[in-house]
């Protein structure tokens, strides 16, 4: 991997201060999006990505190091897809090319089916069609559970989510680095709200729109995903036009497991 620099920064949007992460200050926009973690999944393919292109990792409001908090009316796959074409345009980004993990994947569909600024698409162990909510996230919309969970509760799920996540042994440090939002209350209700507004009606009602868009898309999948089988991408690539698969070693954060190969399946779609 390279050792170019990824650095941290903020933007406000909508009058709240959004955290990510760049590396990369020269060549195409490439805008990533996380789903039920936060922009760290994107951190291991950051700094051989941003050596051909300006990458920005964002952290959804009430994720990770963004500021702000999501109610389950905030938190529906249209509003986030509202606040990332806000966080375009207060980072001067036109158009741009897009890659979507978990949920993330699902507001990055609504982004390149709907705004027409998405010049090439990267799907990673994406949501698609009816394949979520799972239902260690479905049982959120429950408003009796989300008031019984707390910080520890939280973050002792998280940890647990994460490790089956990742086909390698994570270090404990690694955990801890992944986990390391939940301790904020407002980060723990942020992401019960994007659990109680998760619903497949998002993906499955933009089918016809993503196939008369037609956007170039790739996707990029850790074959051994417990959360987004690996048969929801090869639908995908039956149905949706312009679209292949890369598959690669790994599990639901394939970044962590296959960096390299997600690397270079990225690289090789964002190529003139």
Same mark, same amino acid.
């Given at each position: 991997m390279s050792d170019y620099p990824v650095q941290r920064k903020t933007v406000q949007v909508n009058g709240t201060a959004l955290s990510y992460l760049q590396a990369g200050d020269e060549g195409p926009p490439l805008l990533l999006l996380h789903g039920t973690f936060w922009s760290r999944v994107w951190l291991p393919v950051?700094?051989?990505?941003?050596? *051909?292109?300006?990458? +920005?990792?964002?952290?959804?409001?009430?994720?990770?190091? @963004?500021?702000?908090?999501?109610?389950p009316r905030t938190a529906t +796959?249209?509003?986030?897809? &509202? $606040?990332?074409?806000?966080?375009?345009?207060?980072?001067?980004?036109? !158009?741009f090319d897009l890659a979507g993990h978990d949920i993330g994947g699902g507001i990055a569909q609504h982004v390149a089916a709907r705004s027409g600024r998405v010049e090439r698409l990267i799907l990673m162990n994406s949501v698609t069609f009816d394949s979520w909510p799972?239902?260690?996230?479905? &049982?959120? *919309?429950?408003?009796? /559970?989300?008031? @019984? /969970?707390? /910080?520890? =509760?939280?973050?002792?799920?998280?940890?647990? $989510? !994460? *490790? &089956?996540?990742?086909?390698? !042994?994570? !270090? =404990?440090?690694?955990?801890?680095?992944?986990?390391s939002p939940w301790k904020d209350p407002a980060r723990v209700r942020s992401w019960m709200a994007m659990a109680a507004a998760a619903d497949a009606r998002y993906t499955l009602e933009l089918v016809p729109a993503l196939i008369k868009a037609a956007v170039p898309t790739r996707l990029v999948w850790?074959?051994?995903?417990?959360?987004q089988k690996v048969a929801f991408a090869r639908r995908y690539v039956a149905e949706i036009p312009a679209t292949d698969l890369v598959e690669v070693p790994g599990k639901h954060i394939p970044t962590e497991d296959s960096p390299q190969q997600v690397t270079a399946a990225i690289l090789d779609h964002l190529a003139p």
């Open positions: 950051l700094p051989e990505l941003g050596t *051909r292109a300006r990458c +920005v990792a964002l952290d959804l409001p009430g994720f990770g190091g @963004s500021g702000g908090e999501l109610g +796959v249209p509003e986030l897809a &509202r $606040t990332v074409l806000a966080a375009a345009d207060a980072l001067g980004l036109g !158009t799972v239902p260690a996230v479905e &049982r959120f *919309r429950d408003p009796d /559970v989300r008031a @019984s /969970v707390g /910080v520890e =509760e939280m973050m002792a799920a998280r940890a647990e $989510t !994460t *490790r &089956r996540a990742v086909a390698r !042994t994570l !270090t =404990e440090e690694e955990v801890a680095d992944y986990i850790g074959t051994e995903d417990d959360f």
